[in-house]
C-alpha cells in the first residue's frame, strides 16, 4: 500500500489542514511485522499512534506473576491510541500490544501527534474520543473477568469470534483462547470437553 493511500484511510485525516498534512506525511512510516511481535511494551516505550493497514494488534495486560488479560484487539482500519500512552499523559496503567498475525501499519511518531494535536483541537478530541472507546472495551472485558463464569465467558468469546469472521470453524489453539478470556488453556480444554458434551454455562464467577 503506497503512503498516500494509508494517510487517507486515518479517520481523522480529513480533520488536518494542508500544512498539518503535509507534517504528518513527511513524518508518518509503514511499519511491517511478523505474527507474535511485541510493537508496544508499556508505558516506557512510545513508538506513537497505529493504524492497522493489515492484519490484527491485540492489547494484553501482564500482571506480575504473568498472568495475561486480553484487553482489545484492533483491527484493519483501527488506530491504537495506547500504543502512544506518553501522548494522552492521563493513560496510566502499562499495556504490551503485539501483532496476532502478519501485520502493516502506519506508525506515527509520538512527537509529530503530540504536535499536531496541541494545535488542532478537532483532532486532539478525536483521539480523546477513541481512547474513551477502548476505555469502554477494557470496563466491559473487566467486568466479564469478575462477574461472569469462564465457561459462559468461553461461550460469548466463541460465538463473537465465529460472527466476526463470518465462519463456524475457528483456527485458534486452546492457548490463544485461553489468552482472549483471562483464563488457563487446561481450562479452555475442559470447558471445550464440556461444550461437546452439551452442558450449558452455568453463568457463576470462576477464575
Known sequence: MSMADALARLP?????????????AARAVIRRDGPGQIVH??????????????GELRAAMLSEAGREITLYRVGVGEFC?????????QIT????IMTESSCECLVIDTATI???????????CALYEQALCRFSEVMWIMQQILFTGVDCRLATFLIGEADRIDALEIAM???QIARHISSAREVVARMLKRFAAGCSCTGGASP
Open 12 to 24: 481523522f485525516w480529513g480533520l488536518l489542514t494542508a500544512k498539518e498534512q503535509g507534517v504528518l
Open 114 to 124: 503530540n504536535g499536531l494535536a496541541e494545535k488542532n483541537l478537532a483532532l486532539r
Open 93 to 96: 496503567f502499562d499495556t504490551q
Open 41 to 54: 511494551g508499556g508505558q516506557h516505550d512510545c513508538p506513537g499512534l497505529f493504524l492497522v493497514l493489515s
Open 173 to 175: 489453539t486452546h492457548e
Open 81 to 89: 491510541v495506547l500504543s502512544a500512552s506518553c501522548v494522552i499523559s
